[in-house]
């Protein structure tokens, strides 16, 4: 009787071992892998790289303003109204050319170019004196600017002048061989500084009583309008 149940129980040993094998061959039982492992600590919290924006948003401008100055060619321009920073303009800075124009007819055209270093301002018009004459010629008043006209270095500006009257009704007609051109200093008829001798084509001009000037101008058109 005992030899039976030995028998029985070693015949149910071998079926279970042969029902675990065949199970882990089909993939239908569970594979012992050993303890778990635990798992890795978490790693503590890293600040963010910062980006492009973030390195540069709190970093002061390399390229600084100053408020007073205002910020380019601005800020030089406000500058230069200091005025140990502005001259008036004179043939001692400024290079000044004169010649007739075919249109309109009988004017010529006065043009001032700014060469020195600072700003300068040409105040009212210019004064024309050919060769010894003794009176001074007027202006148009009507072409007077707004405000002085001022240049910065390498800046131009334009004068016309009216040289004689077209239907001849000007009076004393004469041609003149040289030109000097003066300049009004902060009030009318002041002195203005050296004159500018610009020269005159082979020929002359011709003049007469009727030669009349514009302000300084801006522009050669609104200096020839006149």
Not at 21 to 46: F, H, I, K, R
Not at 216 to 225: E, I, Y
Request: glycine share 10%; charged share 20%.
């Amino acid at each position: 009787m005992r030899a039976s149940r030995l028998r029985l129980l070693a015949a149910a040993g071998i079926t279970l071992a042969t029902l675990a094998l065949t199970a882990c061959e089909d993939g239908t039982g569970t594979v012992d892998e050993g303890a778990s492992q635990p798992s890795a600590p978490a790693a503590p919290d890293q600040p963010a790289s910062p980006s492009a924006d973030d390195t540069t948003s709190d970093q002061p401008s390399q390229a600084g303003t100053d408020p007073e100055k205002g910020t380019g060619t601005d800020g030089a321009k406000d500058s230069d109204n200091d005025p140990e920073n502005r001259v008036a303009c004179n043939g001692s800075n400024t290079a000044v050319t004169a010649r007739p124009v075919p249109r309109p007819l009988n004017h010529m055209l006065i043009t001032v170019k700014n060469t020195g270093s600072k700003l300068c301002d040409l105040t009212y018009y210019p004064v024309l004196r050919f060769d010894e004459m003794q009176w001074a010629p007027q202006p148009f008043e009507e072409s007077k600017p707004q405000a002085v006209v001022s240049l910065q270095p390498g800046e131009t500006a334009y004068a016309g002048a009216l040289l004689s009257a077209a239907d001849g009704s000007g009076d004393g007609g004469t041609t003149g061989r040289k030109l000097a051109v003066g300049f009004h200093g902060r009030t009318p008829n002041s002195d203005g500084g050296p004159s500018a001798l610009p020269s005159l084509p082979a020929e002359g001009v011709y003049y007469d009583s009727s030669l009349t000037v514009t302000y300084w101008q801006r522009s050669m058109q609104d200096a020839l309008t006149y």
